[in-house]
């Protein structure tokens, strides 16, 4: 039985890809389906009406397969062609970044493979770093020689899918996304937190006659407490349970009320 399925939306050169999968082959079994490219921002989508191009190759002795599609197909694909039986658990990551906040848990690729099991009744971890601006701005994610920086998120990665794999999620509970800060190590404090939901402005900024997508600087700055962003201003590591329900029982009923009274 396969235990876990691994996958990201950087795509297998991520620096932050490495690292994990060779921490969680320690101690279980992997099958890797990750993108031949990276596919951030691309949430849930699904490649439909695209034929996709499956490779197997090796990455430092590991076998993993490369995949042309979204991360979700990656999901699809590593679920139902690449796993003797449905995984334990599909784990994303490690995402370069974080994915703090409803915006960006909503846009982000990483998550949305997440979710893509969580669809199929699969327990699902999504795992992220922060990076903190001027170590982005000048650091290479896509080559080997920076593994080291994720070695540290690997091991905390793995330290909670060890407590998390054998044990079932509640009922409300579809996926957890895990953001650990640049500096964290195993011995780190958490927090179990909420998503902030202050808005993240402005994505697409002219250039002459085209609009250029630039990611928003995430800002440390009226900071709710019990949230993600709070949690990673205190270096603290963020665990956010997240429910697909899509629905608040509480505006269920406050909609039947309204409508039955007035139809």
């Not at 939901?197 to 006659?209: E, N, V």
Request: hydrophobic share 35%; aromatic share 8%.
């Amino acid at each position: 039985m396969t235990d876990i399925l691994l996958t990201n939306d950087d795509g297998y050169k991520s620096v932050g890809f490495y690292p994990l999968l060779k921490e969680l082959s320690k101690d279980f079994s992997v099958v890797a389906v990750v993108p031949d490219s990276e596919k951030s921002w691309i949430g849930k989508s699904i490649s439909a009406r695209s034929t996709l191009k499956v490779k197997e190759i090796k990455l430092n002795n590991s076998k993993i397969f490369t995949c042309s599609g979204t991360p979700a197909d990656c999901t699809q694909i590593g679920i139902y062609d690449f796993s003797k039986d449905k995984p334990k658990l599909v784990v994303s990551g490690i995402n370069i970044g974080e994915n703090v906040g409803h915006g960006r848990i909503l846009s982000s690729g990483t998550i949305g493979a997440a979710m893509e099991a969580s669809i199929d009744g699969i327990k699902a971890i999504s795992t992220s770093l922060y990076i903190p601006p001027e170590i982005k701005k000048n650091t290479n994610f896509f080559d080997d020689k920076n593994y080291s920086i994720f070695e540290n998120a690997a091991k905390i990665s793995l330290k909670i899918i060890k407590i998390l794999i054998n044990h079932e999620f509640d009922d409300n509970v579809d996926l957890i996304s895990i953001n650990i800060p640049f500096d964290a190590t195993i011995d780190s404090e958490f927090e179990i937190t909420k998503p902030f939901r202050d808005p993240y402005g402005k994505l697409f900024h002219k250039k002459g006659d085209k609009y250029i997508h630039i990611n928003p600087t995430l800002k440390f700055e009226n900071l709710k407490e019990g949230t993600d962003l709070k949690a990673l201003s205190e270096n603290k590591i963020s665990i956010t349970p997240i429910s697909l329900e899509l629905v608040s029982n509480t505006s269920f009923r406050k909609l039947n009320q309204l409508i039955s009274k007035n139809w």
